[in-house]
């Protein structure tokens, strides 16, 4: 199985989106967020080209960073899942993968630093973040086998301003 791991784009801040009195699950993206996602996600389709699924966070700013990496992919399959909200272990998010096909090739679309710890316990099996995910930025991982700590392997890891060169 290939992993697909994104992170959201560039959202509104925080403390002024705060002000709104919405909730902080409710904060969107950026205007220049979206416009260096559009870029940055077709960087991923020439580097990845087909997806069997792509599955995000619930909150608006990882379903907006979603639809647009899905726009690049024609019927491509995309689904909320609550394994990718910031505060889930890591087990969990691998729990679901579990349940996808081991050939497929899944995008996984987030937060940091939930999506980081999770990369870096997938590599070495350790629950601690040793990989800086960027907004809009994304890394492939590999899995042989049953989806588990310390069995993925990475192909590559890139900031959104290395993806978009790649378009």
């Known amino acids: 199985m290939k992993i697909l791991v994104i992170r959201h784009a560039i959202a509104e801040d925080r403390e002024t989106f705060a002000e709104t009195g919405e909730e902080d699950g409710l904060r969107p993206l ?3 967020g979206r416009r260096k996602m559009r870029l940055a996600a077709k960087g991923l389709h020439s580097l990845v080209p087909k997806l069997s699924v792509l599955a995000t966070s619930p909150l608006t700013r990882a379903v907006q960073t979603g639809q647009i990496v899905a726009s690049r992919y024609s019927g491509l399959k ?6 990718l909200t910031p505060r889930k272990p890591p087990q969990a998010l691998a729990q679901w993968l579990q ?8 995008a996984v679309v987030g937060h940091e630093p939930h999506l980081g710890v ?3 316990w997938m590599l070495t099996g350790l629950q ?5 995910l960027k907004k809009g930025g994304a890394c492939l991982l590999e899995v042989d086998g049953e989806v588990k700590a310390g069995r993925a392997k990475l192909h590559w890891l890139l900031k959104p ?6 378009a």
């Open 99 to 106: 349940t996808q096909p081991g050939d497929a090739t899944v």
């Open 78 to 83: 995309t689904l909320h899942i609550a394994q």
């Open 128 to 132: 601690e973040s040793f990989v800086v």
């Open 30 to 32: 950026t205007k220049p």
């Open 118 to 120: 999770f990369v870096s």
């Open 161 to 166: 301003s290395q993806l978009a060169r790649l």
